[in-house]
């Protein structure tokens, strides 16, 4: 074996394996030292290689950040780079996949994941949804039922079929489970506000809620998160934390607690198959129930009870009255017209909006307010979609005799810039043809603008002019007759009669 390569090697392998009775890869194992030639002292070096400030950099950049297949970064990079030195497509493509860049990769990038827990109960909250694969509810009966075969390529047609969705939440701590099902067509940011009013009302508010970057987390979630934390800041207030896209193993706890739910569905398939009559209140008293079983349980990882690590520490459990949560949390958004006093009323009740930037430049625009009735602030939405947290101040009248100018808006700023910087050029413009006669070009009106030069030629179109006899055949026409005042060089028309 010594020496040999490729089909040598395999062919003489195959052969001492049925020799000595063993398997021809093993042989190709043991003997891997002797076939193995030695090194080049050159080996390894590459006229190519990724290094900061190189063309082959620049053209991996475009593949990374600006999303460019390999072979279209070389031909920008060879555009904008004439004398770049760049390697062939399928070296590149080589050096990109040997670097952790290749088209799986980027396609699903992957993250750098370290275990970690949170140090107290109710410290840190995970939650996650997820929709049942066979689960619906019929919204006729009320009742849950077992369908197959729908998914993105086969959408549901019915629709009085809603999907059933479960939401998770796990304490990071004690890994304590709260479980909830919901019938809907997608869960929204209200819905998920929902589920944490009820949550929170059983665990307590955590600290910290992590969470992926779902659009159920936008919107209410957002809102609701900004309104904890100022109800919350006294006693440390609230966070909602999201994980980097491609690091799902940071919320692995709940990923997890999904799994343990979807195994404990089978019960719920059992009795649905029976033909016993399943609701979605059937569905979270069965969530409660598992809850607790699994909280009675030793965990694999803690080694603890679930139950028995929330209650091992004195922590403190923050909670909020039910209807003050609900009423705080769910405040409904309405659209309303910013006027020129910078006030917006909700309820009868006029709010003052500060009369500065950005604010004066939606002046006469519809912006988006939410007044909390616990929460001392407004939540304004501009047009833009930007978000700002304002004091809830009531609007009063001015003192007479002390009116107060509304600040101008950047438009109007802009405006009045323009405009003063256009009358001084007209100035000029006129001092100078007064001195000198020179006057300002204008396009077309004094000076004639150069039409753009192309190679494309205009070959002329081939001319057909009519004759009088044509004419004639149709519309007679009477030839060298004199017209009734003697000119005789014009020839008169036939008028009919």
């Known amino acids: 074996m010594r020496g040999l390569s490729g089909k040598d090697a395999k062919a003489t392998a195959v052969r001492m394996a049925e020799l000595h009775g063993v398997n021809w890869q093993h042989i190709y194992k043991v003997t891997q030292d002797l076939r193995n030639r030695k090194k080049r002292a050159d080996s390894g070096r590459r006229t190519f290689k990724l290094e900061n400030g190189s063309d082959l950099w620049y053209a991996a950049q475009l593949v990374v950040i600006d999303k460019l297949d390999p072979d279209q970064a070389l031909a920008t990079t060879r555009l904008r780079r004439p004398d770049a030195n760049l390697p062939s497509l399928e070296y590149f493509r080589r050096i990109l996949a040997e670097n952790g860049l290749g088209r799986k990769a980027r396609r699903n990038p992957t993250r750098g994941y370290r275990r970690w827990e949170a140090a107290n109960p109710g410290e840190i909250f995970q939650i996650d949804v997820t929709a049942l694969k066979v689960r619906w509810q019929d919204e006729k009966t009320r009742r849950i039922q077992r369908i197959e075969g729908i998914d993105k390529n086969h959408p549901n047609t019915n629709p009085s079929m809603l999907r059933v969705w479960q939401i998770m939440l796990v304490d990071d701590c004690s890994r304590r489970r709260f479980l909830r099902y919901v019938a809907t067509t997608h869960i929204t940011s209200k819905e998920m506000v929902r589920f944490e009013c009820e949550a929170y009302q059983k665990l307590g508010i955590p600290h910290i809620l992590y969470t992926d970057n779902g659009s159920e987390f936008k919107g209410f979630h957002i809102r609701a998160a900004q309104i904890l934390n100022r109800v919350l800041e006294g006693d440390g207030g609230y966070r909602h934390m999201t994980h980097a896209p491609g690091n799902s193993q940071a919320s692995g706890k709940v990923e997890n607690a999904h799994k343990w739910a979807e195994k404990?569905?089978?019960?719920?398939?059992?009795?649905?198959?029976?033909?016993?009559?399943?609701?979605?209140?059937?569905?979270?008293?069965?969530?409660?129930?598992?809850?607790?079983?699994?909280?009675?349980?030793?965990?694999?990882?803690?080694n603890e009870r679930p139950i028995d690590r929330w209650h091992s520490r004195p922590v403190m459990v923050r909670t909020i009255d039910p209807a003050v949560i609900e009423s705080a949390l769910l405040s409904d958004e309405f659209e309303v017209v910013l006027d020129a006093a910078m006030t917006v009323t909700f309820q009868g009740t006029v709010y003052k909006i500060p009369?500065?930037?950005?604010?004066?430049?939606?002046?006469?625009?519809?912006?988006?307010?939410?007044?909390?009735?616990?929460v001392d602030l407004i939540f304004l939405t501009l047009p833009d979609g930007t978000e700002y947290e304002i004091e809830k101040v009531l609007s009063t009248a001015?003192?007479?005799?002390?009116?107060?100018?509304?600040?101008?808006?950047?438009?109007?700023?802009?405006?009045k810039q323009l405009k003063d910087a256009r009358k001084e050029e007209i100035?000029?413009?006129?001092?100078?043809?007064?001195?000198?006669?020179?006057?300002?070009?204008?396009?077309?009106?004094?000076?004639?603008?150069?039409?753009?030069?192309?190679?494309?030629?205009?070959?002329?179109?081939?001319?057909?002019?009519?004759?009088?006899?044509e004419v004639n055949k149709v519309l007679p026409v009477v030839a060298q007759q004199k017209t009734q005042s003697g000119d005789s060089s014009r020839p008169a028309v036939y008028e009919g009669k």
């Open 398 to 415: 001015d003192v007479a005799g002390e009116f107060r100018r509304v600040a101008d808006s950047q438009a109007e700023d802009l405006r």
């Open 264 to 302: 404990m569905d089978r019960f719920v398939g059992l009795a649905v198959s029976e033909g016993q009559f399943v609701t979605i209140e059937n569905l979270n008293r069965f969530a409660d129930r598992v809850c607790a079983e699994f909280d009675s349980r030793r965990h694999r990882s803690t």
């Open 427 to 469: 100035k000029t413009i006129k001092a100078k043809k007064k001195l000198t006669g020179e006057i300002a070009p204008v396009p077309h009106y004094n000076v004639e603008v150069e039409m753009p030069q192309t190679n494309v030629a205009h070959f002329p179109r081939p001319e057909r002019v009519v004759s009088v006899e």
């Open 355 to 374: 009369g500065e930037q950005p604010f004066v430049n939606y002046v006469g625009k519809k912006v988006k307010v939410v007044v909390p009735p616990s």
